[in-house]
């Protein structure tokens, strides 16, 4: 989501936002209020056993103050109410609802932010948190019997017991300083009773879903910690130093390479009356032939005396090697790979080249099964793949030329598998 961070547009607009804070530089808004509201059920991602089989959603509400200490660590303060229902208890037991009322339940809680995630330009968009804390419930239960059972519905004193809420979110942005909170959290209560009914070893526990608004206090013009990204700001950081040290990198580089031109051109016109650049005994000013390879003998003007000719001749051994490396080439099927049958004989075509300085041409040949396109594209390949054999044994490789034809030029009719064997082909010309 952060993927254009390296453009230069992005990198712009980063600096020039009226709440962009240099990283681990202060300067941001650590307070903040929410309200919020849901459903409460003795039903959790935790079921495990529970004392009533059915449970029934009811509302709930609360609110929070938070302190945010990192950008990823936040202590707050919890409270919320609300009721708890289920019904059908497991077990024999004469009253088949429960209603808890949670008169009020406080605690404070470690708020984690797994991820702090950018959407666009730069801006936070959500942040995945984390919470776990521990804390006090004042509560009533109410139980109310079977229909036709003669034990009358009973009520239980107030609970104040210490619980342990656990849960996880995902706040969205809305706008500077304003969140949507979406949460679920259980609470672990440490007793039984919390449904009026004693049952099993586990102790009681139950769910709020919520929905809700962070409101963040403090100046508009400060960001929020909680939602702030450091990683992105020290990165916009480090591409702002950078673009500078370039700029005067090429500020330095550009006068650098106008001082040598002037003094090129100083050296140039001092020492060009005498200057031998090829070494060839000849000045330049006079050099007809300049640039000539070192050892070369010139004329008085610089220029290459001719080099004796000496013939070489092809003889009928050499071209028996040559057969013979034709007969004995193989490739693996539809491709370029030289089998390892063809390196003894194409080693003595490469001993040839090397011994005798000989030119050759290789042309590749295909039948016309497939494409022309694909035929075209395998036999120049086949062609190279033998030339790149001769010139890592040794041969000149300006002296070999590699060609491929395709299906053009067949030398036997395509029609009979005979054929078409014999038009899959390299032939050698050596001269």
């Known amino acids: 989501m952060s993927s254009q961070l390296f453009a230069q547009a992005p990198v712009d607009t980063a600096l020039n936002t009226k709440d962009y804070v240099q990283p681990f530089s202060g300067g941001f808004r650590t307070w903040s209020v929410g309200l ?6 003795p039903y959790t991602i935790f079921r495990g056993h529970e004392d009533y089989k059915t449970p029934n959603e009811r509302w709930g509400y609360g609110g929070y103050v938070k302190k945010q200490l990192l950008h990823s660590l936040g202590l707050q303060a919890n409270f919320f109410r609300g009721h708890v229902q289920g019904t059908t208890p497991d077990g024999i037991n004469v009253y088949n609802r429960f209603e808890t009322k949670i008169k009020y339940a406080v605690d404070i809680s470690a708020n984690i932010t797994l991820a702090n995630i950018n ?4 801006k936070s968009f959500m942040q995945p948190y984390l ?14 019997a079977n229909a036709g ?6 009520r239980t004193d107030d609970f104040q017991q210490f619980y342990i809420p ?7 942005n809305l706008a500077p300083g304003i969140n949507l909170d979406l949460g679920y959290q259980v609470n672990f209560v440490q007793s039984d009773n919390l449904d009026g009914y004693n049952y099993g070893s586990g102790n009681d ?3 709020y879903a919520h929905a809700g608004l962070e409101f963040a206090l403090g100046k508009r013009s400060k960001p929020q910690l909680a939602t702030h990204n450091p990683v992105n700001s020290m990165r916009v950081e480090y591409i702002t130093a950078e673009r500078a040290l370039q700029m005067q990198v090429e500020q330095q580089r550009a006068a650098n390479e106008q001082l040598r031109n002037d003094l090129n051109t100083t050296n ?9 650049t090829d070494g060839d005994g000849v000045f330049d000013i006079s050099d007809k032939c300049p640039n000539t390879p070192a050892g070369t003998k010139v004329d008085g003007q610089g220029c290459p005396l001719a080099a004796p000719v000496t013939k070489v001749y092809v003889t009928e051994e050499d071209k028996r090697v040559v057969k ?6 193989e490739f693996d099927l539809g491709k370029a790979t030289i089998r390892d049958k063809s390196f003894p004989s194409l080693d003595r075509v490469a001993a040839l080249l090397v011994n005798k300085n000989f030119s050759l041409k290789l042309a590749g040949h295909t039948d016309n099964t497939g494409s022309a396109e694909l035929n075209l594209k395998l036999s120049k390949d086949r062609a190279e793949a033998i030339k790149a054999y001769l010139v890592e044994k040794g041969a000149n490789a300006s002296r070999i030329e590699a060609t491929g034809y395709g299906k053009d030029q067949p030398i036997a009719t395509n029609k009979t598998a005979a054929g078409r064997q014999q038009n899959r082909r390299v032939e050698f010309t050596l001269f």
Request: zero cysteines; proline letters at 0%.
């Open 324 to 329: 013979d490396a034709i007969t004995n080439l």
């Open 131 to 144: 919470s776990v804390g521990g804390g006090s419930m004042n509560y009533s239960t109410s139980l109310y």
């Open 268 to 276: 140039s016109n001092l020492a060009r009356l005498t200057v031998d």
């Open 166 to 172: 656990l849960g996880a979110g995902l706040k969205v």
């Open 36 to 41: 919020h509201g849901g459903m409460m059920s």
């Open 119 to 122: 959407w666009r330009n730069h």
């Open 149 to 154: 059972a003669t034990t009358a519905n009973a």
């Open 205 to 207: 526990k139950f769910s």
